[in-house]
């Protein structure tokens, strides 16, 4: 409902490419999701996606976190060995996801379980270990249970792995954790093909993440698989600044987990022309990624831990974009705003103060979203510009704070708590100093996530 | 009960002065709490503070929030006007401090409000308006009651002031909003007099803050009284370099109030030997303020809301003392961890993960701990040094995780669970990598915290 009078109300214009919310299998991958037995409960906590013609090219973004898990530190090497520069994109044939066990803080003998995973893919695949690639997720500091999931992939192999969308979705289950929902977006575009004339790709994610998720590069577990053609650094590439704007501006709750991890592979098998040299073919998976991170991001701000809505920050007119992403996270970030949205209390004072104390980006961050080295060591954790006498702050499409017009609206707090019962609450920012936008993704501070976390070991 | 084996049950030696939890009034200065009728419940929301010899050096350390609310806009304008370069200390000669509504984001009517404030203090007391400084606390985005605060100041302006103990404890009582004790901390020492011999000082704050606590220069607000002798720029000095290592490593739910403010005001009525040339005189000051800031740092997260316990995070062996602060911030910052203490749960994992984000803190916090303005600039925001290897973690006394012997230390976690049944959670890491040392204080992550911030504005 957005109004001349009241550009508040207008959303951030969104030239992304639809999204889907389903598991269409792009050409040239298998997958399959099952029961290896980590998990006690017996449900699915195993899943392998193949890129069935062998190696195709591979990009990742990892967690920040110094107590990086085994399957980071053995997928990073592997990049390392298979790739060139920058070393999180190299070559893949396989990911292996286990869920129930992180393998995190488990020393030598945790680097060695995973090690052993990676062998067994390898020897049931006929490939090599090198071209394995790991995600794990569950309780940090349990071994894996390594003879379950040799079992199970030799198991699955013999069995052999499917190419339909169906497969794709029983992987995207395997992922779960505390996961109320399974999570997965996808995008078909047009792009020129390799050959002349357009061919259509897919890039479809599968995602979960519903706690210790926050901004420090990636910040969940997720695989994105695309038909379309890259090289490993061209997919790289596109996957950060896909990642920048989408994934690095989610949080559940502050917390940035020792597994994070997004894998990307691009088997080429749609025939599409290389990103690498085709201009239209580059921005069309650019923009695919692009939605299906997005997408994902917002199923998992949906789904944090607790929740029981989304909330969605968006912020115009910032000196410039860094700033405008500083502010909608620092927004979505804040325990009290978080809070305040969970009891449909339109608190705009909380808003304004979290607003207030926004920090811009790290510079690897700022560097995936587009600045030069030197522009990004300079902003870095820089103050954002705030200025109070030229804020406008509206909530759920009611504005709250106008601060060119002086200060307090009068917001209708009866009516805003009405809008606020929604399944996603938008908080609305004009910062009055010039064009840079920016959206952030984040979920209510309910006692059952207090609950969550504090009943249970996870 | 440290062990020989086990340093880590070692408390980090402290060697500041002991610390009485009295509001013992020093020589040169008067107060009054009451009710000026600012919160409708009726309790005590009113208190005036003041130099009974007229203006002293004061010094301040203010919110980082771009939010600043009214009277910190206008106690950074006074204390500009009345002192020299940092424009943070200046000259004072009364503290007025209201709380129900924080004067924040009130635009220009706010300003003019506390403005009015300032000339009723300057009339009633027969001062300058420049002299003095003023505290607000409460709802954001509502206006001072200006009538009912400045007939306030008339009414116990004519009833006098007193000198006594009781009324600098009437005036703690004032600053309370959901504070559900009263924090005040002060310590005796003994200082060359500057005609001779020995004088005794004494140093008492008072504070309140127990919602939007989080590190970003100063938490919540504090006044801090001395009878020691110090020009503004020395009490400035050892002010900032004492709330760098407490205020700064407090942390309740990771907001940064519009209204953060510490006042430290020196009467020198003591008769002490200035700070600014006597050594021993300066280091029985400082080490005076940094027991009585960490001990009001403590008495705020004991206090957070919702909170059931204080968490304390002891780290040593870090590479130095930036990094060991670095890392006890982020582990009682940790939504997880907070949960997890809450449910007396010894899960180490999250503790693990938690030091393993840790960024050491922005610049300006840095240079106010010691470090030179190139080495703060250089370390600002970089990821703390974090070897899971040489890493040990103990909770309440129990050995969690050992590093260096391979990682899980088999923790017996039905013991930890009891030992966490307690006023105070320590959890202890070493990082085994050099010599630095550092603390920070939190509280657990309660459904009452959530209840209390979603149910009402507060």
Chains 1, 2 share one sequence.
């Not at 290896?36 to 195709?56: E, H, M, N, Q, Y």
């Not at 003998?109 to 490939?127: F, H, L, N, P, T």
């Not at 706690?211 to 061209?234: C, E, F, K, N, Q």
């Not at 650019?286 to 929740?307: C, K, T, W």
């Amino acid at each position: 409902m957005p109004t001349a009078d009241n550009p508040l109300l207008a959303p951030i214009a969104d030239a992304l490419p639809p999204v889907e919310r389903a598991s269409r299998m792009p050409a040239g991958f298998a997958a399959v999701g099952t029961t290896a037995g980590i998990k006690v409960s017996g449900r699915p906590d195993f899943a392998l996606i193949v890129a069935t013609g062998g190696p195709v090219p591979a990009a990742a973004v990892f967690t920040a976190n110094r107590f990086a898990a085994a399957p980071v530190r053995l997928s990073r090497a592997n990049l390392r060995a298979t790739g060139g520069t920058p070393a999180t994109c190299g070559y893949a044939s396989a990911v292996i996801a286990t869920s129930g066990s992180a393998n995190a803080a488990t020393g030598d003998a945790g680097d060695a379980d995973q090690a052993a995973i990676g062998v067994a893919v390898a020897a049931a695949m006929g490939g090599e270990p090198i071209h394995v690639l790991h995600l794990s997720t569950g309780v940090i500091g349990t071994r894996l249970p390594v003879n379950k999931v040799a079992a199970a992939v030799r198991r699955v192999v013999d069995e052999g792995l499917e190419y339909t969308d169906l497969a794709l979705g029983h992987a995207a289950v395997a992922l779960r954790t505390t996961d109320s929902t399974t999570k997965m977006a996808s995008v078909k575009a047009e792009v020129p093909g390799a050959d002349g004339g357009t061919v259509a790709i897919t890039v479809t994610g599968i995602a979960k993440g519903v706690g210790m998720i926050h901004p420090r590069m990636a910040t969940m577990l997720s695989v994105v698989l695309t038909d379309a053609t890259a090289s490993p650094a061209t997919l790289r590439e596109l996957l950060r600044s896909a990642a920048a704007v989408t994934w690095d501006q989610l949080s559940v709750d502050g917390d940035t987990s020792t597994n994070d991890t997004v894998f990307a592979l691009a088997s080429g098998a749609s025939g599409a022309a290389s990103a690498d040299h085709d201009t239209a073919a580059r921005s069309a998976l650019g923009s695919a990624l692009e939605a299906v991170a997005r997408d994902l991001a917002r199923q998992q701000a949906r789904d944090g831990e607790g929740a029981t809505a989304l909330i969605t920050c968006q912020v115009t007119g910032a000196a410039d974009d860094a700033d405008a992403r500083a502010v909608a996270r620092a927004v979505i970030s804040s325990s009290l705003v978080k809070a305040a949205v969970h009891g449909k209390d339109a608190n705009w004072g909380r808003i304004a103060g979290a607003a207030g104390n926004a920090l811009v980006a790290e510079a690897a961050v700022l560097e995936a979203a587009g600045l030069s080295p030197a522009d990004a060591a300079a902003r870095a954790c820089q103050p954002a510009a705030v200025d109070p006498a030229r804020m406008r702050i509206a909530i759920a499409g009611h504005l709250a704070y106008d601060g060119p017009a002086g200060g307090p609206a009068g917001i209708d707090k009866g009516a805003a708590r009405e809008a606020m019962n929604a399944e996603e609450v938008l908080i609305r920012i004009d910062l009055g100093l010039g064009h840079g936008t920016g959206e952030a993704f984040g979920c209510p501070l309910t006692e059952a996530y207090v609950k969550e976390n504090s009943e249970y070991t996870t």
